[in-house]
């Protein structure tokens, strides 16, 4: 990750190389801390309220203080224009330190890897493996929290098997989502997605789809789907801030055919993010 500008609470901008949190830090022991991950198209965040919305339910669900959102967003606004490139990853942390101090707030802005457009035209291989359904208050479901240990292994060990990602399924093999996308397929006119209520985070990107989706003639399903239906759609697809709307063309080394969808949602994705205001 290149880094090209950091903003931190209560000091505002600071030179990237410099260090920010404490050795006790929260986030950094125990993994305790909230943070976001917000895609930059032409200098502007894209829907940067819901990403601070969800950061600070996130914050809230794990016990942190709650989020100065107003002095966050600021940061992030701050960050963005020191960086002075149009596209760019913008990420945002909020940790409560060492729990007797202030919480920290950074906003931390870096290149966006060029990677992602050659993968939408190749389309992705993915692998299903076994995840955590997120069933109890106390896994955290729906938090995006800096324990991200697991899905970084689950993204590895589908690279290990030949594969570009993994896809989650609980052990009734009911799909969930990836170790950072949603999870989309198709059948004719109709896309389905796993429901919020499996425990899988509420992508910001999978609220667009599902706004957008109608708009292109496709019904939406959200529910609880077998593997299955995910093998023997017409076409999937994953979101993410990041990755945007990228097809998905082999499943467990079986090939998925490429169809219209993935590509008119990301069409859509990228018209109303670089709409001019
Ligand atoms: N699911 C998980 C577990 C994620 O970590 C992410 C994003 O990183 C997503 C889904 C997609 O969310 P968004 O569209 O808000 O980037």
């Known amino acids: 990750m290149t880094l090209l500008a950091v903003a931190v609470g209560g000091r505002g901008l600071v030179d990237p190389q410099e260090p920010v949190l404490r050795a006790d830090d929260e986030a950094l022991l125990r993994g305790r801390a909230a943070f976001e ?3 930059v198209y032409r200098g502007e965040p894209y829907r940067l309220i819901e990403h601070l919305d969800r950061l600070a339910q996130s914050a809230e669900r794990m016990g942190l203080p709650s989020v100065n959102v107003l002095e966050l967003g600021g940061l992030a606004e701050q960050a963005v224009e020191a960086a002075g490139v149009g596209d760019a990853v ?17 906003a931390l802005v870096s290149e966006l890897s060029t990677h992602y457009d050659a993968l939408r035209e190749r389309g992705q291989r993915l692998i299903a ?7 109890e208050p106390w896994l ?3 938090v995006k929290s800096t324990s991200y240990a697991v899905n ?5 060990e589908a690279k290990r098997r030949g594969a570009d990602d993994a896809v989650f399924v609980d052990r009734d093999r009911i799909v969930l989502e990836g170790p950072t996308t949603n999870i ?3 059948r004719e006119r109709t896309l389905f997605t796993p429901a919020l209520e499996l425990g899988i985070l509420a992508g910001v990107t999978r609220a667009a789809v599902l706004e957008l989706a109608g708009g292109l003639g496709y019904e939406v399903v959200e ?4 593997l299955a239906d995910l093998a023997g759609a017409d076409e999937a697809f994953t979101s993410s801030s990041i990755r945007e709307a990228m097809p998905v063309t082999e499943l467990d080394e079986r090939s998925l055919g490429r ?3 993935a590509d008119e949602l990301q069409a859509a994705l990228r018209a109303e993010a670089t709409l001019d205001p």
Not at 152 to 156: F, G, P
């Open 223 to 226: 529910g609880a789907f077998p």
């Open 90 to 106: 913008l990420r945002l942390y909020w940790t409560p330190g060492n729990g007797e101090g202030a919480p920290t707030s950074l």
């Open 140 to 142: 955290l479901p729906g």
């Open 129 to 135: 493996l076994r995840g955590v359904r997120a069933e």
């Open 259 to 261: 169809g219209p969808a």
């Open 184 to 186: 989309w397929w198709r």
């Open 152 to 156: 970084m292994a689950a993204e590895a």
């Open 37 to 39: 991950t917000v895609r």
